[in-house]
């Protein structure tokens, strides 16, 4: 929940806080932001992606042209740089926005490490090329993956910058598509199988997401959130093509993430909640009016009752919070994170 000055300012005039109180939370709040501003969050955020995206996927079929044993030796470099460039940042300039993102380029350059280490020495097979890991889904990436994921955890437990947890879940999330073919001994696997491991895969990255809720004050679980509904959903969308009960149950589902929105108080689960509901809602009018000129206007019914909805619950929101704080059983408020408890 995010907080104005006036509102600040409201809680001083009505003697829940100090002037003094406020002071000191106000100088906390800026020294843990480290005094970026907008316009500078933009340009960290930007510079890192843009360099993410030019050492990994946009250079893709670059790599393989310098041969095994340079790829070793760029990718090393790249490495040892952003990795002790960020340490300055982070740890000696205090400046931990900054160093966080160089430490995040880092992990990035990990899955060409460990491939360029591997076919030195003769661990891969001489002609797999890199640009192929984010194109096939080969069962041998999952090393690349668990290597990202190893480092990822180990930089972010000593410096618990949250931007890593991306790192980590978009690992996640190719392994999740590369570990089919070693769990199931094949490589011709079905989309059924593979929606198995996406299910899977999902639920753990949420049931991930939850635990830090619970455990860290700090927001850490956004995207693990992110990628492990995504997953999800994926998965069970390989079910409902030609099954009632199936979409059905996928409506149910993503009526579930709505109310759960609600109780964990992110907005994250309402978005892919009301996507599924606008997904399952247009399939269901496709079936009745497909072949009908009503088509278009079911859609657009549909369309205006979801925005309505939604601003219903933004003019509602505070009374919706406090109901359920109030009539919620007290063993459903004791799962919900600590920050919405206290």
């Known amino acids: 929940m995010k ?3 006036e509102q600040l300012q409201g809680a001083v005039r009505n003697g829940i806080f100090t002037e ?6 106000t100088a906390f709040v800026e020294r843990e932001y480290d005094s970026v501003s907008g316009i500078q969050r933009v340009l960290y955020y930007g510079g890192a992606l843009i360099t993410i995206s030019a050492l990994t996927w946009l250079m893709k079929s670059s790599w393989d042209s310098f041969g095994a044993q340079g790829m ?3 990718a090393s470099a790249y490495f040892a740089a952003f990795m002790a460039a960020g340490y300055v940042l982070f740890f000696r300039k205090s400046l931990p926005v900054a160093g966080g ?11 060409l490490l460990a491939f360029s280490v591997m076919k030195t020495f003769d661990f891969w097979p001489q002609d797999t090329e890199y640009g192929d890991f984010y194109a096939w889904i080969k069962g041998k990436w999952v090393v690349l993956e668990l290597a990202t994921i190893v480092v990822a955890l180990a930089i ?6 949250s931007f890593i947890l991306f790192l980590v879940s978009f690992a996640l999330w190719f392994m999740s598509m590369d570990i089919v073919p070693i769990l199931y001994g094949e490589n011709d696997f079905s989309w059924t199988a593979r929606a198995h491991v996406s299910m899977a895969f999902g639920a753990a990255m949420i049931a991930a997401g939850y635990f830090s809720d619970l455990k860290f004050r700090k927001d850490y679980s956004f995207w693990l959130y992110l990628f492990g509904l995504m997953t999800l959903t994926f998965g069970f969308s390989v ?3 030609d099954n009632l009960f199936m979409l059905c149950a996928l409506g149910l589902l993503h009526v579930f993430l709505i109310v759960l929105s609600l109780v964990l108080d992110r907005t994250v689960f309402l ?3 009301t996507l599924g509901i606008m997904e399952f809602l247009s399939r269901v009018s496709y ?3 497909g072949d009908s000129p009503l088509f278009p206007f079911s859609l657009t019914v549909i369309g205006v009752l979801l925005i309505t909805l939604g601003v219903a619950y933004q003019r509602n929101r505070k009374a919706i919070d406090e109901a359920m704080q109030k009539h919620l059983p007290e063993a459903l408020l004791r799962v919900r994170p600590k920050r919405l408890r206290e």
């Not at 972010?156 to 910058?161: L, M, N, Q, V």
């Open 271 to 273: 978005v892919f909640g």
């Open 239 to 241: 079910f409902y093509n």
């Open 101 to 111: 993102l160089l430490f995040s380029v880092a992990i990035a350059v990990v899955p």
């Open 72 to 74: 070793l030796v760029v």
């Open 3 to 5: 907080y104005t000055d």
């Open 156 to 161: 972010f437990a000593r410096t618990k910058f």
């Open 287 to 289: 079936e009745w009016f």
């Open 20 to 25: 003094t109180q406020v002071r000191d939370f």
